[in-house]
């Protein structure tokens, strides 16, 4: 069924922003394609989604001033990151941002297009080291197992994986600044992520110190359906519909929305938050539907005693971040920046 998109008295969409037709265009070939490879018994066409999945490789010879490398961590799950490592950094410590690409638990990698651009852009920007993790991916491999990635990659810069592999960048990594940072599905995963990190580092991690979160419109949800989700009907990107067919991909079989992962301060929340969580930033955007879970978060955070920041952006979309032609995304990279920094 085509949902039509609602519209103010002034003829303006009330449901999306004005945006260049050049981003209406890659938003449309997307919701297409990913709308085609979900089958109808719960599986994924990886092989369709090759076709359009456009992917850049790895590159020793620095591009845009960055050089990357890809560093394989468990070679028999596909575990690995791709390394961002700035040109202008040749001496001194710089911190370390590991990243969690998003694509509903079920898309995209480090290698495409997009996501190699973004962290670029973001290792260029912000002079830091970017580890931009490919992790399991669903319905393949459902909860918990991108979240034990995650962990995994993080006990292997804890135990000095780095310098076996790329031993300047090693030099250059503080691990006491490492922050970890996701969008969408990815942002999900940096509270998980993070929660496991500090019980495992309970257990006596030294080398690896979390210094901060950054959520950028992480994918949480819920069985509600909340004001945001149904006054944006239409918007880019994301629909009930799709988002509803993830969770279900994702989640433990026979879970509904209300599982921790998905509503994580719902009603079948998981114990305590760790003590050792660091400082937070939440980024929500004014027309992506899964605003006001998003809203629900920063509210948990905050009512539990967590130091959180709530970064708003009223006309920004879902994903506006990897669209460098969006003026919201070059005034978040350096809102990054001033966290990090």
Same mark, same amino acid.
């Given at each position: 069924?085509?949902?039509?998109?609602?519209?103010?008295?002034?003829?303006?969409?009330?449901?999306?922003?004005?945006?260049?037709?050049?981003?209406?265009?890659?938003?449309?070939?997307?919701?297409?394609?990913?709308?085609?490879?979900?089958?109808?018994?719960?599986?994924?066409?990886?092989?369709?989604?090759?076709?359009?999945?456009?992917?850049?490789?790895?590159?020793?010879?620095?591009?845009?001033?960055?050089?990357?490398?890809?560093?394989?961590?468990?070679?028999?799950?596909?575990?690995?990151?791709?390394?961002?490592?700035?040109?202008?950094?040749?001496?001194?410590?710089?911190?370390?941002?590991?990243?969690?690409?998003?694509?509903?638990?079920?898309?995209?990698?480090?290698?495409?297009?997009?996501?190699?651009?973004?962290?670029?852009?973001?290792?260029?920007?912000?002079?830091?080291?970017?580890?931009?993790?490919?992790?399991?991916?669903?319905?393949?491999?459902?909860?918990?197992?991108?979240?034990?990635?995650?962990?995994?990659?993080?006990?292997?810069?804890?135990?000095?994986?780095?310098?076996?592999?790329?031993?300047?960048?090693?030099? %250059?990594? !503080?691990?006491? =600044?490492?922050?970890?940072? &996701?969008?969408? *599905?990815? +942002?999900?995963? $940096?509270?998980?992520?993070?929660?496991?990190?500090?019980?495992?580092?309970?257990?006596?991690?030294?080398?690896?110190?979390?210094?901060?979160?950054?959520?950028?419109?992480?994918?949480?949800?819920?069985?509600?359906?909340?004001?945001?989700?149904?006054?944006?009907?239409?918007?880019?990107?994301?629909?009930?519909?799709?988002?509803?067919?993830?969770?279900?991909?994702?989640?433990?079989?026979?879970?509904?929305?209300?599982?921790?992962?998905?509503?994580?301060?719902?009603?079948?929340?998981?114990?305590?938050?760790?003590?050792?969580?660091?400082?937070?930033?939440?980024?929500?955007?004014?027309?992506?539907? %899964?605003? !006001?879970?998003? =809203?629900?978060?920063?509210? &948990?955070?905050? *009512?539990? +005693?967590?130091? $959180?920041?709530?970064?708003?952006?009223?006309?920004?979309?879902?994903?506006?971040?990897?669209?460098?032609?969006?003026?919201?995304?070059?005034?978040?990279?350096?809102?990054?920046?001033?966290?990090?920094?």
């Amino acid at each position: 069924m085509t949902q039509k998109a609602s519209l103010a008295s002034d003829g303006r969409s009330l449901t999306s922003p004005p945006l260049p037709w050049t981003t209406r265009l890659y938003i449309a070939l997307l919701s297409v394609v990913t709308d085609g490879a979900r089958r109808s018994n719960g599986t994924i066409n990886r092989r369709l989604l090759s076709f359009f999945d456009a992917r850049s490789s790895a590159s020793a010879k620095p591009r845009h001033g960055v050089r990357t490398a890809d560093v394989p961590v468990d070679p028999s799950r596909d575990l690995w990151f791709r390394l961002f490592v700035p040109s202008s950094a040749s001496s001194g410590r710089i911190p370390v941002i590991v990243y969690f690409h998003g694509g509903g638990f079920a898309y995209l990698s480090p290698a495409s297009r997009a996501y190699d651009a973004f962290c670029r852009r973001i290792c260029r920007k912000i002079n830091a080291l970017v580890v931009s993790v490919n992790y399991r991916l669903a319905p393949e491999h459902r909860y918990p197992a991108p979240y034990e990635d995650g962990v995994d990659v993080l006990r292997f810069l804890d135990d000095g994986g780095l310098a076996s592999s790329d031993a300047t960048a090693a030099g %250059l990594a !503080d691990l006491s =600044r490492c922050f970890l940072a &996701g969008d969408s *599905a990815g +942002g999900n995963m $940096v509270h998980h992520v993070a929660r496991r990190w500090a019980a495992d580092a309970a257990g006596g991690r030294e080398n690896l110190r979390l210094a901060g979160l950054v959520l950028i419109q992480p994918f949480f949800g819920g069985e509600e359906r909340t004001e945001s989700e149904i006054r944006l009907v239409g918007a880019p990107l994301v629909s009930m519909e799709r988002m509803d067919w993830l969770w279900r991909a994702f989640l433990p079989e026979g879970a509904d929305r209300d599982h921790e992962a998905a509503n994580v301060f719902g009603p079948r929340a998981d114990g305590e938050l760790e003590a050792a969580l660091p400082e937070a930033m939440v980024v929500v955007g004014g027309f992506d539907p %899964l605003q !006001d879970w998003q =809203r629900r978060y920063y509210d &948990g955070m905050t *009512a539990r +005693g967590k130091a $959180v920041r709530l970064l708003e952006y009223p006309d920004a979309i879902h994903a506006f971040y990897i669209f460098p032609e969006l003026n919201q995304s070059a005034a978040f990279i350096e809102e990054l920046k001033a966290f990090i920094k």
